[in-house]
């Protein structure tokens, strides 16, 4: 589905440890889209090019200065993943959080650093809910997905914003945008299947590609057990029976691992790297969620991110 989805009221959040912002105060605007959040940081990264690198990270690092809407603001970082600019956690600016991972194991901080190399785009991640007015990275329960966009605001740094997954479903979608929403219903039942029907049924439909686990929108399912062995898949027929466990994306993280690993803490979202076949099979980010079907096998689905907003969230280059 390749449209944007509005935004209600906004909450932007960023990746900085203890973080306090101000999470009662309203977005600009209610009806917000992922085009003008991405406008917004092409703002601040236009602006960082014509004030220059001081002026600029002095005015992001302003909480009442221009690119501090109320909830709405902009955060800093150089090439090396040094935080250069938060408004509202000072403390934070001028440490290094290269290697900061989700709780799922994303490289976030790495991934919105190459995106921005290759001129700018959306990114996905985990980062926690806030609570009391604050986000506690350590409150590894509290990570729930989040959608940002960033772009080069010089040769060495960038610029970024993000919202939360369930703020950009938009008036009359709640909780999340529809195709996030279709893919946790087919995962939910698929699980809720193979519980009812038996594991060797819910495999034999999983890889049927015209059968009940495919949806019109080209979503599916897959099945794994817990040594990362491939169970079922209606487009991977040659790689069931094998396991895929060690699998690594081009950033270093090993996402069937790490997609078992959600499963066998009791399943949710995940987001990882995976070639998007509309898109010649360039890795692109994916929002996935897994639920475990039994003590055995689990089952998951994903959404690229270009279906959530409507525009290609691929990689142009190879990860480093």
């Not at 889209?33 to 406008?39: H, I, K, N, P």
């Amino acid at each position: 589905m390749k449209r944007c989805y509005l935004v209600g009221m906004v909450f932007l959040l960023v990746f900085a440890a203890g973080c306090s912002v101000p999470v009662e105060q309203e977005a600009v605007e209610e009806n917000m889209t992922t085009r003008d959040l991405a406008g917004f940081v092409r703002e601040a990264a236009t602006y960082a090019k014509t004030a220059g690198e001081d002026a600029a990270l002095a005015e992001f690092n302003n909480g009442a200065g221009r690119f501090s809407r109320g909830a709405l603001y902009v955060y800093a970082y150089d090439y090396n993943g040094t935080l250069l600019a938060h408004p509202y956690e000072k403390d934070a600016v001028r440490t290094n959080r290269e290697n900061w991972t989700d709780v799922r194991g994303l490289p976030a901080i790495r991934i919105g650093a190459h995106t921005a190399a290759d001129g700018g785009g959306y990114i996905a991640y985990l980062y926690p809910a806030p609570e009391n007015g604050s986000i506690d990275e350590s409150a590894k329960g509290t990570y729930v997905p989040k959608i940002g966009y960033v772009a080069p605001a010089g040769e060495t740094w960038w610029v970024a914003s993000g919202v939360y997954l369930s703020e950009a479903a938009g008036p009359g979608r709640e909780p999340y945008p529809e195709p996030v929403s279709a893919m946790i219903d087919l995962v939910e039942r698929g699980a809720a299947y193979g519980r009812e029907q038996g594991a060797e049924a819910a495999f034999s439909e999983i890889s049927n590609a015209s059968g009940m686990f495919v949806d019109p929108a080209g979503h599916y399912l897959y099945a794994y057990d817990y040594n990362g062995t491939l169970l079922a898949h209606p487009h991977l027929q040659a790689s069931i029976g094998t396991s895929l466990i060690e699998r690594e994306d081009p950033f270093g993280m090993k996402n069937i691992r790490a997609l078992r690993d959600t499963a066998e803490s009791g399943g949710g979202f995940i987001v990882f790297v995976w070639p998007n076949p509309e898109q010649e099979n360039r890795e692109e980010l994916k929002i996935g969620y897994v639920l475990p079907g039994d003590e055995t096998w689990w089952v998951g689905s994903g959404v690229y991110l270009s279906e959530i907003t409507g525009e290609d969230a691929s990689f142009p280059s190879p990860a480093p």
